[in-house]
């Protein structure tokens, strides 16, 4: 139990470290240990990870918001998009066939990967125009109804999209991320609480760890240039969609 918990510790310090500079929830990490190594059910899991997530995302968007990186609007019609979307998407997991959303979701995270990478390469940015809010909206409303569909966090999509398509440099798309899924995970943590799904001598060492890492984690990104940023979204964004591919694999083999 005791090797079980400083595990937790250390996974919340490492990931949220990533997370803060990255801009991801920390989920597809959070998750998988929590279920297959520490043995959570994974209801559980996905419970425990979720007050981890929200509160990794809460520290670092509050004090990016205070350096002024996070951008709230665009956060807001993301997240309104967002919130939209994934509530109709709940009731279509068992309507849209599985392979069709990893096929989509594969493109999308491998797209915007190798357009991330030409960017950084070459210097620039993506679409430097002005975007209107409904723009961001329709991102938001792709996210929500594509991340809960394909089990995976927002911030995967939202991060890589910001810098390939809309032209955000990458602290700001990783800071502004962060500000949309600290929102978004208020309703999901409380209502894992509210179906008594949260196991707290796990969740506690986890925001634990986070606390620290999170604060660690935003200092880094401070100390790093824009470009590195995208480079490392860039990184997770493919590596996103080569796991996707494979759970594509998985389920037509």
């Known amino acids: 139990m005791e090797l079980f918990i400083a595990l937790v510790f250390l996974l919340g310090f490492v990931v949220s470290i990533l997370s803060a500079v990255a801009g991801i929830g920390g989920g597809a990490f959070y998750t998988p240990v929590l279920h297959f190594i520490v043995g959570l059910e994974m209801v559980n899991a996905l419970a425990?990870?979720?007050?981890?997530?929200?509160?990794?995302?809460?520290?670092?968007?509050?004090?990016?918001?205070?350096?002024?990186?996070?951008?709230?609007?665009?956060?807001?019609?993301?997240?309104?998009?967002?919130?939209?979307?994934?509530?109709?998407?709940?009731?279509?997991?068992?309507?849209?066939?599985?392979?069709?959303?990893?096929?989509?979701?594969?493109?999308?995270?491998?797209?915007?990967?190798?357009?991330?990478?030409?960017?950084?390469?070459?210097?620039?940015?993506?679409?430097?125009?002005?975007?209107?809010?409904?723009?961001?909206?329709?991102l938001g409303l792709f996210v929500g109804f594509i991340a809960p569909l394909a089990g995976i966090g927002g911030g995967a999509i939202i991060v890589p999209s910001l810098i390939s398509i809309y032209g955000v440099d990458g602290k700001t798309a990783s800071a502004t991320s962060l500000l949309v899924i600290a929102v978004s995970y208020v309703l999901v943590t409380s209502m894992h609480i509210a179906f008594g799904n949260m196991v707290y001598e796990y969740a506690l060492p986890l925001i634990a760890g986070i606390v620290v890492g999170s604060v660690i984690g935003t200092k880094v990104h401070k100390a790093s240039k824009p470009i590195y940023i995208q480079y490392l979204v860039g990184v997770i964004a493919f590596i996103f969609g080569i796991y996707t591919i494979y759970r594509l694999i998985l389920l037509i083999v």
């Open 48 to 138: 425990v990870a979720s007050s981890g997530i929200l509160i990794g995302s809460l520290i670092a968007s509050l004090i990016y918001l205070r350096r002024g990186v996070a951008v709230v609007k665009i956060a807001i019609p993301i997240l309104v998009g967002q919130l939209l979307s994934s509530s109709i998407s709940t009731y279509l997991t068992t309507v849209v066939p599985k392979m069709v959303i990893y096929i989509v979701l594969a493109g999308v995270l491998i797209g915007n990967a190798v357009k991330v990478f030409l960017i950084s390469i070459e210097g620039g940015s993506g679409d430097s125009r002005e975007h209107s809010e409904f723009e961001f909206f329709l």
